[in-house]
């Protein structure tokens, strides 16, 4: 794809994120990869949405490295560049935003079970809570990649990421993705929704309430489920 027709998309998917209420201020990024370049374009650093254009997103390498652009890309940079170097034959966007339901289980360090279909059509089983980066990390690594802690995390969990598309980090909030920055935009609508319904499931069950085993290990829709991944239902 043409980094033309990329920037212009990148943005479309950056600005879908207020849109949705998934953000404020100049909260989240979203960023598409292009396995054909090994490139991705991300949306710039610190720069409120009504100042964004499709120029003013910025190109970066698989180390993060800023290939083209005037501004710099945004601080999670690091997280996007490492998925995409350890999932890229897989998803193609990915986003970071700090929807209020999801950053509250990330800040409760709590995995989102599957209390419903709602949820079990997009995720297949529990939405994990991976751990945050230590002092020491943030420190030593003086950038904020928390890539390492969910690529590794899913694997010590056995958890497929194209069939949970979604991660919390504890006392950061949430990442999706997706095909592409489309999708990735999607199941972070869908997470944080069903976020919010499992919040309230638990307010209204006055503690942590019954969630049907056979939703936390397998879909039993997955043939029908709209999950994005699978192009079924409301294929997206
Ligand atoms: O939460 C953080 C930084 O702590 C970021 O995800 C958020 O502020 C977005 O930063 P960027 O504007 O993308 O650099």
């Known amino acids: 794809m043409m980094l033309k027709e990329l920037r212009e998309k990148v943005y479309e998917a950056n ?7 998934l953000v404020v201020f100049t909260w989240g990024n979203a960023s598409e990869f292009d396995r054909e370049s090994g490139l991705f374009v991300i949306k710039p650093s610190g720069v409120d949405y009504d100042k964004l254009s499709p120029e003013s997103m910025v190109v970066c390498d698989l180390d993060g490295k800023v290939v083209e652009g005037d501004l710099n890309p945004s601080s999670d940079t690091p997280t996007h560049a490492y998925l995409y170097r350890e999932w890229g034959d897989k998803i193609g966007g990915v986003v970071h935003t700090h929807s209020a339901w999801a950053v509250s289980w990330a800040q ?6 599957a209390y419903g279909t709602t949820h079990a ?4 089983g529990p939405i994990p809570c991976m751990r945050g980066l230590t002092e020491e990390e943030i420190e ?8 390492k802690v969910i690529v590794e995390g899913f694997a010590e969990r056995d958890i497929d990421p194209i069939a949970v598309p979604a991660v919390l980090v504890r006392n950061h909030g949430p990442f999706t993705w997706g095909k592409d920055a489309d999708a990735a935009v999607y199941h972070a609508v869908v997470l944080d929704e069903v976020a919010k319904m499992a919040a309230r499931t638990e307010m209204l069950q006055d503690g942590v309430a019954p969630a049907p085993q056979y939703l936390q290990d397998k879909h039993y829709l997955r043939k029908h ?3 994005a991944y699978y192009g079924q239902g409301g294929a997206h």
């Open 121 to 124: 059509d997009y995720f297949y």
């Open 108 to 113: 409760a360090g709590r995995d989102i079970p």
């Open 140 to 147: 030593e690594a003086y950038e904020l990649n928390t890539g």
């Open 225 to 227: 489920g709209p999950n």
């Open 15 to 21: 600005m879908d994120l207020p849109k949705h209420g």
